[in-house]
Antibody, heavy 119, light 107 residues
Framework: EVQLVESGGGLVQPGRSLRLSCAAS????????MHWVRQAPGKGLEWVSR????????DYADSVKGRFTISRDNAKNSLYLQMDSLRTEDTALYYC????????????WGQGTLVTVSS | DIQMTQSPSSLSASVGDRVTITCRAS??????LNWYQQKPGKAPKLLIY???SLQSGVPSRFSGSGSGTDFTLTISSLQPEDFATYYC?????????FGQGTKVEIK
């Protein structure tokens, strides 16, 4: 059974940093691209970042470019999101998402970890 | 970046109704269009991928169609468990943009 379990969320002041983690199991982690998707309270889904299976291709949404860094450790079956210079508008539930590699789609989602940026 | 526009933003329907949600891409995305269902407090769930392929385990009352820039999600006979918010998303390139969502409510 595929499982994606996020951790690391919490309350943080504007300008500070936070690191999210996602522990993956139930599939061959290093075969697949992984993504972070977020959802602000009461709002829609926003794609944040993507990392390819070997970390060779990395992309970010314009809203987080230069502030967030995605990474992965295939030996640990783990995905990370380092979030620096946090803003109040980064407040959201952050989902770790697995993507298929033939016709791309998000087939598995974690339950999310809540990040609240507030003074 | 490719923009995705869903319509309507919300709708009210009764059990048994046929429901159609549309999604338009700002440029051609071939069939790289996916549909997700989200219920309150839950992660999104994949319904349709590649515009018209039904994800395993999803009821056959859900169907998708379209290619290029215009796409449709249809629920042939709305069931109580279908009241939720639906999102389209393209996977043609990055950013993997989502539509703004369509909330399906009980009439």
């Amino acid at each position: 059974e595929v499982q994606l379990v996020e951790s690391g969320g919490g309350l943080v002041q504007p300008g500070r940093s936070l690191r999210l983690s996602c522990a993956a199991s139930g599939f061959t982690f290093d075969d697949y691209a992984m993504h972070w998707v977020r959802q602000a309270p009461g709002k829609g889904l926003e794609w944040v970042s993507r990392i390819s299976w070997n970390s060779g291709t990395i992309d970010y949404a314009d809203s987080v470019k230069g502030r967030f860094t995605i990474s992965r450790d295939n030996a640990k079956n783990s995905l990370y999101l380092q979030m620096d210079s946090l803003r109040t508008e980064d407040t959201a539930l952050y989902y770790c998402v697995k993507e298929t590699y033939t016709v791309p789609y998000f087939d598995y989602w974690g339950q999310g970890t809540l990040v609240t940026v507030s003074s | 970046d490719i923009q995705m526009t869903q319509s309507p933003s919300s709708l009210s329907a009764s059990v048994g109704d046929r429901v159609t949600i549309t999604c338009r891409a700002s440029q051609s995305i071939s069939i790289y269009l996916n549909w997700y269902q989200q219920k309150p407090g839950k992660a999104p769930k994949l319904l349709i991928y590649a515009a018209s392929s039904l994800q395993s385990g999803v009821p056959s009352r859900f169907s998708g169609s379209g290619s290029g820039t215009d796409f449709t999600l249809t629920i042939s006979s709305l069931q109580p468990e279908d009241f939720a918010t639906y999102y389209c998303q393209h996977s043609y390139n990055t950013p993997r943009t989502f539509g703004q969502g369509t909330k399906v409510e009980i009439k």
